[in-house]
């Protein structure tokens, strides 16, 4: 996993270091490859995932963007499409509810340090509190904490209604979006943003594009993504010991 981090580490460098057209075309480049299923596209592409899904870039894939558009880089404007259409209804974000937050032994609500901290600690005593937690600072140190399992983690990203803010902290994280059944929670997940949610589904499998295409309670924009992804797959080649997924 060091390794992983140091990849996104890189590619978060360099997407900020290098004139914005030249990554532009090289992220094009890039998801073409991967659209065709072509495994080395597609693990560059999962450490490329976190970057795009990481707030503090967001202006730069803002611009990337509009690159696209403007370039006709017709695989990157798929990668960083995000509006759904218009006539669908977007979920409302919820409100953070401050009755969720762990709680001392007295009953007293702990404050937004305390819980940072304990969310940092090497146990799992307050997992369960610290997972319904609404602030996404402290589900930040939570995802780091090595206690955390996978299954927490997508107990989290399934978690409905869902926090925006917390759906990206787990997308801009460099490990657990990796994980497939993660990918499947944050993409089924309809308060996931189209912006964190369409990127991860050049990630799926047909199997797993299969299922969220016919998912009728996932944002449009993402059933459509998975839908030109199925169309855009090569063929799947079949052979005696049974067909291989893409």
């Known amino acids: 996993m060091k390794e992983l981090r140091l990849r996104v580490a890189f590619l978060r460098s360099e997407m900020l270091r290098a004139e914005p057209a030249a990554v532009a075309r090289a992220l094009d480049d ?35 963007r509009e690159l696209a558009g403007s370039l006709a880089l017709l695989s990157l404007s798929r990668l960083l499409r995000r509006k759904a259409r218009r006539r669908e209804a977007q979920p409302a974000s919820p409100a953070p509810d ?40 402290v589900i930040r140190n939570l995802l780091a904490n090595p206690r955390l399992t996978e299954d927490d983690v997508v107990r989290l990203a399934a978690r409905r209604p869902a926090s925006p803010e917390v759906m990206t902290e787990i997308a801009r994280h460099p490990e657990w979006p990796q994980r497939a059944r993660v990918r499947m929670a944050i993409v089924q997940n309809p308060g996931a943003p189209p912006e964190i949610a369409v990127p991860m589904v050049r990630l799926l499998l047909r199997p797993e594009l299969l299922q969220l295409a016919a998912a009728a309670d996932v944002p449009a924009v993402v059933r459509a993504a998975a839908r030109e992804l199925l169309e855009r797959r090569p063929p799947v080649p079949h052979k005696p010991g049974g067909a291989l997924e893409q």
């Open 30 to 64: 890039l998801c073409r490859d991967a659209e065709q299923a072509d495994p080395a596209a597609r693990d560059v592409l999962g450490a490329v995932v976190p970057v795009l899904a990481d707030p503090a870039l967001s202006e730069r894939v803002a611009q990337l």
């Open 98 to 137: 401050e009755r969720q937050v762990a709680t001392s032994g007295a009953g007293r609500a702990l404050t937004l340090g305390e819980r940072r901290a304990l969310a940092r600690r090497p146990t799992r005593a307050a997992f369960d509190a610290l997972l319904r937690d609404p602030h996404p600072l």
